[in-house]
Structures are given as structure tokens and as C-alpha cells.
């Protein structure tokens, strides 16, 4: 199946897209809201929850804006390279479980996600610089 074809068989597929796929797809992050999906010899994530999914990419929006400087953009609509998405989400989550419990290993981001709206109701006020900070020391990437 080639690109445009893979592409409009994906968008006709229901349901949101998980915004932290490349991480639960990695096993860096679980999630008991994720569905798998095969399409073309890919797999795909997607939610089972839309009010959830908006919650997770409204975090993943934050996480991306607030790691600019770590992996260097300065735009938050640019597209990233792989290894830098990985680094937001794989880092990112593992980052604000640490921040919260004082552990990397997320067992289920949506339960993630509501330990971190607990404590911090507007998730702008989240100490991202301590999240960055643990993200690099518990999520290294290929060659790291």
C-alpha cells in the first residue's frame, strides 16, 4: 500500500488518535484507554475515550512547548524528527510520573493524567522544568 493510500485508509479509521501512540507503540508508557489497530503491516493507536484523548494532547501540547529548548525547536507547529517526538513522549511521561510518585514507569497514562490534574488543576502550573529534568535522566533513546 503506498503513502497516500496508507494515509486515507488511516483517516477513515474511527476514533481519536492517541497523542502519546509513539510511546505506548514503544512500550515506554502503557494506557487502559488504548485500542491497537493493524492497517498495512502498521499499527496504530487510538482512544477509547475522546474526552480523555483531548485532555492527553492538550498535555502532550504542553510537554512539546515546554521541551523546546531541551530538543531545540523553537516552533511549536514544526514538525519534529522522530527521536525528538520520542524524547516529548516517552521522556514526558515517564518525566511527570517520576515528578508525581518518584518513579519513571507508567503502568497507565490516563490514570497518569488524572494524578496530574489532581495536583495541579491548570496544567500550565506543572513544574516542567523538574519534568524535563527527570525525562532526561529516565528516557536516553537509541544511542543514549
Known amino acids: ?13 474511527p476514533g481519536p488518535r492517541c497523542p502519546f501512540a509513539k510511546a505506548l507503540l ?14 498495512a503491516e502498521r499499527e496504530l493507536i487510538i ?3 475522546s474526552l480523555a484523548q483531548q485532555r ?14 531541551a530538543i531545540g525547536t523553537l516552533h511549536d507547529d514544526a514538525p519534529l524528527p522522530h527521536a525528538q517526538e ?10 511527570l510520573h ?3 510518585h518518584g518513579t519513571p514507569d507508567v503502568a497507565d497514562a490516563n490514570s497518569l493524567m488524572d494524578d496530574v490534574l489532581q495536583r495541579w488543576p491548570d496544567p500550565e502550573a506543572l ?3 523538574a519534568v524535563v529534568h527527570a525525562a532526561r535522566l529516565h528516557y536516553k533513546g537509541r544511542h543514549g
Request: a neutral charge; aromatic letters at 6%; one cysteine or more.
Open 86 to 95: 520520542m524524547r516529548i513522549q516517552c521522556g514526558g511521561l515517564r518525566g
Open 127 to 129: 513544574p516542567y522544568s
Open 56 to 69: 492527553c494532547q492538550q498535555m502532550h501540547d504542553l510537554l512539546r512547548h515546554n521541551f523546546g529548548f
Open 47 to 49: 482512544c477509547h475515550e
Open 98 to 100: 517520576d515528578v508525581l
Open 1 to 13: 500500500m503506498d503513502e497516500d493510500e496508507f494515509r486515507k485508509h488511516r483517516a477513515a479509521i
Open 26 to 39: 514503544a512500550t515506554c508508557a502503557a494506557c487502559q484507554l488504548a485500542g491497537r489497530i493493524n492497517l
